[in-house]
């Protein structure tokens, strides 16, 4: 799978970058999005979600607590999953994980604690703090091209 890697200066790179993601996530998607604590996954999913409905002040919060939120976008259902809090893989399908995967988009803040349950054909987004800024790596099919 193709592997690129870009710096995100500001947040107006990183909500580019998610709404250039938007424009090509489908249904059955899965976006596996990985860092450390405080490296933008929820920034990056929040700028994905914006762009997709449309509306630049939709209201995302972070799922910490709720494991989970729906979306409706034109663009179809979005499910926001933040699994930090997640104790073992299998407790991902009371969150309607099964229902994501069959006709929604996934994005997955902490997709390592699903373990084997994570799809292959994915996009993985790695995170990280550099300088003032992040860095973004990205992996997976073709079609997500270059930004």
């Known amino acids: 799978m193709p592997t690129f890697s870009l710096s995100l ?31 933008g996954k929820t920034t990056l999913a929040r700028a994905i979600l914006r762009a997709a409905a449309g509306d630049p002040t939709l209201v995302v919060p972070s799922p910490t607590f709720t494991l989970v939120e729906v979306y409706d976008t034109p663009r179809g259902a979005f499910w926001h999953f933040d699994l930090y809090r997640l104790e073992a893989p299998e407790q991902v399908f009371e969150l309607g994980w099964e229902e994501a995967r069959a006709d929604g988009i996934a994005l997955v803040e902490w ?37």
């Open 9 to 39: 200066p500001d947040e107006s790179a990183t909500e580019r970058l998610g709404a250039a993601l938007a424009g090509r996530l489908r249904p059955r998607d899965v976006v596996a999005l990985t860092g450390g604590l405080g490296a």
């Open 111 to 147: 997709p390592e604690r699903l373990d084997g349950l994570l799809p292959a054909q994915r996009l993985a987004v790695a995170l990280s703090v550099e300088g003032g800024g992040r860095r973004a790596t990205l992996e997976g099919e073709a079609r997500f091209g270059e930004f």
